[in-house]
């Protein structure tokens, strides 16, 4: 790092340091990320953090040091992205799956129906469509004017206040899951 001289580096420098040493910090990256395209990402996304926070950098003689901090945040920040990623789409995924089948519907707690219409409209509205209906989260997010994300949300909240209502309406059958109902029999 003999090269930088002054106290301070500008942009110009940070690029030359950088580019010069290119290679074994794109190896680096490499040996974390097994993606080559995000490798290069995550170089690139951390060489324009590094030109915006260059006034943090207090010994002009461990940039690249400092630079290699920069990177390893970036790394970890990916992982924790892609983490909390695969955890929600997992979630997702199970959420698509658990719609209720004709036989099912058939055999649910009658006070389900009676407590439908004591929800919220927009409840009343995912439970009716999204649990009860077939109705897929593209189109219904689209019908609505809302995203997946506020689909999703709303359709969460929707099922903890009916579930909230069975339990107060039902008690033990709710633990049960409100099939073969037996609660007002």
């Given at each position: 790092m003999g090269s930088i001289m002054s106290k301070t580096v500008d942009h110009d420098t940070?690029?030359?340091?950088?580019?010069?040493?290119?290679?074994?910090?794109?190896?680096?990256?490499r040996t974390k990320v097994a993606d080559p395209q995000a490798a290069e990402d995550i170089l690139h996304d951390s060489l324009l953090k590094a030109a915006r926070s260059l006034q943090q950098l207090d010994d002009p003689?461990?940039?690249?040091?400092?630079?290699?901090?920069?990177v390893r945040h970036a790394i970890i920040d990916r992982r924790r992205r892609q983490q909390t990623e695969a955890k929600y789409l997992e979630k997702y995924a199970r959420d698509?799956?658990?719609?209720?089948?004709?036989?099912?519907?058939?055999?649910?707690?009658?006070c389900l129906h009676d407590?439908?219409?004591?929800l919220k409209d927009e409840y009343q509205e995912m439970i009716e469509v999204m649990e009860?209906?077939?109705?897929e989260?593209?189109?219904?997010?689209?019908?609505?004017?809302?995203?997946?994300?506020?689909?999703k949300v709303r359709r969460y909240r929707?099922?903890?206040?009916?579930k909230e209502r069975l339990e107060e309406c039902c008690?033990?059958?709710?633990?049960?899951?409100?099939?073969?109902?037996?609660c007002h029999e």
């Open positions: 940070l690029e030359r340091e950088l580019l010069e040493h290119r290679d074994k910090l794109l190896g680096f990256i003689d461990k940039l690249v040091a400092w630079f290699y901090q920069i698509e799956q658990v719609a209720v089948t004709p036989d099912e519907q058939a055999s649910l707690c009658t407590l439908i219409p004591t009860l209906g077939d109705g989260s593209e189109q219904v997010a689209q019908r609505l004017g809302i995203s997946r994300n506020n689909l929707a099922r903890n206040k009916l008690g033990d059958c709710a633990e049960r899951g409100c099939l073969d109902c037996t």
